[in-house]
């Protein structure tokens, strides 16, 4: 049980495009959802909490103009990067749970932007 | 504010051997939850274990315990009879709860390698 997917695994895209990252509960229904960036050699780092149902609640610093996020279920998030450019390269990760329970994490999608 | 650290960023180990990754917090929530999680070259995030601030005991999951200081704030990760299978990324993370949206921060890691 507790199975996170995220869709697709890796996307390279050119500058300017948007870009659309899928994160599914296969087996429970998540009232919250998080999404992270990691670069390379570092540690996870907040972007949003995703609540199904309401807006997303963005960090510090994280532009949500950028990175459009829905939760339109109790099984599906999506993270929309906006006109990306080369600067939004990154791992992308989600974590699903049943809000006070143990996150867990999706495979990750990996972002290139030429 | 709440923080997590790691201070060794890489550590060597013998295969069989046992290891303990450090991890300390500051918190200053009565409340909160403590876990560790090993990122293999994949990138994907596996839980290990994972330790409540009011659980009195130590947590144990097959080879992993975690160390569990309260007064020290301090949630060690020990890993038994280390395997090559083991060799990866580990964070050590914090869920604070007083907030209310059971947010997560992680530490920046430690890169465990063990060695046949």
């Known amino acids: 049980g507790a199975v996170v997917s995220q869709h697709p695994s890796w996307v390279i895209c050119k500058s300017g495009t948007s870009v659309k990252i899928e994160c599914r509960s296969l087996?429970?229904?998540?009232?919250?959802m998080f999404w992270y960036r990691q670069f390379p050699k570092q540690s996870l780092m907040l972007m949003a909490t995703s609540n199904e149902g309401s807006k997303a609640t963005y960090e510090q610093g994280v532009e949500k103009d950028k990175f459009l996020i829905n939760h339109a279920s109790l099984t599906l998030s999506t993270l929309t990067v906006t006109s990306a450019h080369p600067e939004d390269s990154s791992f992308y990760i989600c974590?699903?749970?049943?809000?006070?329970?143990?996150?867990?994490f999706g495979p990750g999608t990996r972002l290139t932007v030429l | 504010a709440q923080k997590i650290t790691q201070t060794q960023p890489g550590m060597f180990v013998q295969e069989k051997e046992a290891v303990t990754l450090d991890c300390t917090y500051d918190?200053?929530?009565?409340?909160?939850?403590l876990f560790w999680y090993k990122q293999p070259s994949s990138g994907e995030m596996i839980f290990l274990i994972y330790q409540g601030s009011y659980d009195e005991q130590n947590a144990t999951e097959g080879r992993y315990s975690l160390n569990f200081q309260k007064a020290r704030k301090s949630a060690n990760l020990v890993i038994s009879a280390s395997q090559l299978g083991d060799s990866a990324m580990y964070f050590c993370?914090?869920?604070?709860?007083?907030?209310?949206?059971?947010?997560?921060?992680f530490g920046t890691g430690t890169r465990l390698k063990v060695l046949a």
């Open positions: 974590s699903a749970g049943l809000f006070t329970d143990t996150q867990y």
């Open positions: 087996d429970f229904q998540a009232t919250t």
């Open positions: 993370a914090m869920r604070g709860e007083a907030s209310g949206t059971y947010k997560y921060i």
């Open positions: 918190t200053s929530d009565q409340s909160y939850g």
